[in-house]
């Protein structure tokens, strides 16, 4: 490996991370500027930055219109399936982003106050965080595609005061009406948002009840003033985002509010290799983490322009939509799953689309969310001609743990790994008994404490599962649940969950959540879902059902029951859940602990070599099964 920039930086990083991250703050604009880096006093809980006040908002948007950027793009707005753009300035946005502050505001939301957010891929959906921001308030967005039920469980557990909504979501098969969800999901919940405030697009008009507020009328009123910034602490949340555990309960990633912004700022030159005025996009979905970081917060705090993409990678007509964006805008660098460009691939093998586009001003494609197979990641790099990077993050860290730091120094490439630890990452793979392995040995990839700024504090208002999750492993330790190991250059190779989180389409999704959908259908006894490898998208759920003792299906019945539990499964979970194949079987492998054995038929079902406990209660179940799951 290089001898440069980048052992240099990461290993200042690593032996003074209070003095590294000390200057880094400098980045961004202080109320009252941080006495001290990082609160290390009550391990394993750790504080970027405990006396600093600021406000994100303010240096996402203020500050660069201060600073010069009035009448620069701030979003560029594409939308195919609506056939729309527009362009918003940073003067532009900050106007309306006041103005909605003003309008939370005036609805009784103060610092602290949580407001869930359910909307498509739209500005008003930035419009609605960056509010959230300005007066201290928590926003939690929930991804479109999840049903009313995980809307529920998160309503339930983040309290909101108020819930903003678009009035429908558009699919390219189909047009999605959101306030019907709303309003079953509020319904479910115990507990109750005082107002829903709607945002009516033309394809579907929500129908109002006595609590919605309409956007346009709220927004349009004079006697409402937008408001300025509130001073927050450093440590208070900006967020939570609620991500899939192995339970069905989600867990509620806090993200604070001024290590994140020195983070993500840093992180754009640095990592991205973009600077001010630049265009940088991120397809993906502001329900994700990548797209709280890389469409919203890093692009504006770093005063460059970002896309807000209301389309796929193909079928939004075809396979060159993502091209021609990115000549129209002259985007620098694009950053989706490796999910999208397979599709890509499949649709348009030979790149006929990318030679229609000037692509001349496009330097590299950032690809995560799930792993990069050395195949999409070969495709891409032949065809495009520019570099294809690969980086490994999760909700809970926020921004890569591991990359190639093309900012700093760019490194050389090996497909199928996503380069060497971030700086501020110290990431060691361990043995079962906690213990650093050797180079070139798999085990469970962890990062020492205290990780760096902008990664998860805790999980919202539950220290003891963040402490259960993910510290209690290993001591002085964060537990990723990926496996995978580390070769003789350092670079890290993740080879997958070590727990039953499934990742589909770069989506990840919670096995038990699809389990409790389809445990609730009166015939069900038992049930497990394992995620099995799929060409296109990574992963795809499978589902073993056990029905109830005395139930018996012919042919017709099974296919009937089939599509109910199918059904459950996108009307509980979403249709981004994408469960098509249920096998009914008559018992499931299990340990003597009752624990079922996931992951062994996972391999089984990918033709892998299966690890089979001792500690398996029968074994000729796995045997019996072991035909269904090869399809033999
Ligand atoms: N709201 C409502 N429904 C949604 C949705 C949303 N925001 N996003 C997806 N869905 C629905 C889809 O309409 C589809 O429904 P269907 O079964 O009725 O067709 C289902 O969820 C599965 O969607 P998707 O995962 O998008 O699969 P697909 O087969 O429609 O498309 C790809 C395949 C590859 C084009 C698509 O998966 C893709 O764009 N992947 C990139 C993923 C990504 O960017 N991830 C972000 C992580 S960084
Ligand atoms: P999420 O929290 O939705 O971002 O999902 C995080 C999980 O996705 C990680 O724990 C990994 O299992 C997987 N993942 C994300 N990026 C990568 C990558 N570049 N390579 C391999 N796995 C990845």
Known sequence: MSNGAYRVVHDRCTSDPAGFWGEVAEGIDWITAPTQALDDSRPPFYRWFPDGVMNTCYNALDRHVAGGRADQAAIHYESPVTGSSRTITYAELLEQVAKFAGVLRAQGVEKGDRVVLYMPMIPEALVAMLACARIGAVHSVVFGGFAPAELAARIEDARPKIIVAASCGIEPSRTIPYKPMIDAAIRRSEHKPDHCIVFQREQVEAEMGENDLDWVTVMNDDSIEPAECVPVQATDPLYVLYTSGTTGKPKGIVRDNGGHAVALNWSMPNLYGIHPGEVFWAASDVGWVVGHSYIVYAPLLAGATTIVYEGKPIGTPDAGAFWRTIEKYNVASLFTAPTAIRAIKKEDPDGEFMKQSDLSNFRRLFL????????????????????????????????????????????????????????????????????????????????????????????????????????????????????????????????????????????????????????????????????????????????????????????AGEAELKKELVGRVRSEVGAVAALREVDVVQALPKTRSGKILRKTMRQIADGQEAMVPSTIEDASVLEVLRPVLRHE
Not at 482 to 488: A, K, P, R, V
């Open 368 to 555: 995560a969310g799930e792993r990069l197979d050395p195949d999409t990641y070969e495709w891409a790099h032949a065809k495009l001609g520019i570099p294809v990077i690969d980086n490994w993050w999760q909700t809970e860290t926020g921004w890569p743990i591991a990359t190639n730091p093309v900012g700093i120094e760019e490194l050389p490439v090996k497909p199928g790994s996503p380069s060497v630890p971030t700086p501020g990452y110290d990431v060691q793979i361990l043995d079962e008994q906690g213990n650093q392995v050797e180079a070139g040995t798999e085990g469970a990839i962890c990062i020492k404490l205290p990780m760096p700024p902008g990664t998860l504090p805790t999980l919202w208002q539950d220290d003891d599962r963040y402490v259960e999750s993910y510290l209690s492993a290993f001591d002085g330790y964060y537990l990723t649940g990926d496996g995978g190991y580390i070769d003789s250059d350092g670079y890290i190779y993740v080879m997958g969950r070590t727990d039953d989180v499934l990742n589909v389409a770069g989506h990840r999704l919670s096995t038990g959540s699809i389990e409790a959908a389809l445990a609730g259908h009166p015939s069900v006894a038992e049930c497990a879902v394992i995620g099995v490898a799929d060409q296109m998208k990574g992963q795809i759920p499978r589902a073993l059902v056990v029905l109830k003792s005395g139930i018996t299906l012919d042919d």
